[in-house]
Each structure stands twice: as C-alpha cells, then as structure tokens.
C-alpha cells in the first residue's frame, strides 16, 4: 500500500495536494494518467486503503482489521465523488476518458 503512495507523490509532483483544488485549477495543474495513475485513478487512497487493511492483518488483529475497512473506506466513499466532481470541471473530456479508462480500485468506489 505505501508503495501507492509514495508512487502518487512521485507520479504527481507539483499536482499533488493533501487538500481537494475546489476554488479553482491552477494554471500549472496538470491531469496525471501515468505511472500508479494508470492503475488506479486515486493511487494514494488506494494505497492507503491497502496499508490500512494490510497493517491489521499482519497484528493478526480482526476487530480492527473491520474497523480499519470500514472507516477508511467511508472517507473514501465520501471524499472520491467530491474530488472527480472538481477534477470534471477543470479537466473535462480529458477526465471523462481516464475516468471511463481507470478504476479506482477501491471495492465498490466507481
């Protein structure tokens, strides 16, 4: 999972931000479909998502290895659609196609 993202901060660049661009696209703000980006249209989340479920089993800790599931994805399930309805709006076409290409791999996050 940290292999995710790492790869995101990489990939990204300057693109990345632990804060959702909703006022508006910066001039230099580029769509990144490389890299972990072509695998996973949220690279960190998945990745996250994939250490939080990992750590848990490795503890051989079941209550959390639950709990760790579900909150981390109920933040994504909520912060996903927040951040591709910005992500349409300053990319367009452009986001339309990655998103039809690239899943989120996130179970049951379209």
């Known amino acids: 999972g940290e292999v995710f993202r790492k790869g ?3 990939c990204a660049k300057h693109n990345f931000t632990h804060q959702i661009e909703d006022r ?3 001039e230099e703000h580029r769509l990144v479909t490389t890299g972990v980006y072509a695998f996973s249209r949220h690279p960190g989340y ?3 998502f994939v250490w939080s479920i990992s ?3 490795l503890l051989c800790n079941p209550l959390s290895l639950v709990l760790f599931a579900r909150v981390s994805w109920q933040f994504f399930r909520e912060r996903i659609p927040y951040e591709e309805y910005h992500l349409e ?3 367009g076409g452009q986001w339309r196609d990655f998103k039809r290409r690239v899943p989120t791999r ?5």
């Not at 996130?106 to 379209?110: C, G, R």
């Open 46 to 48: 998945f990745g996250w």
């Open 106 to 110: 996130i179970p049951f996050i379209e």
């Open 24 to 26: 508006g696209k910066r």
């Open 8 to 10: 995101a901060l990489y």
């Open 55 to 57: 750590s848990q089993l």
């Open 89 to 91: 709006r300053f990319f």
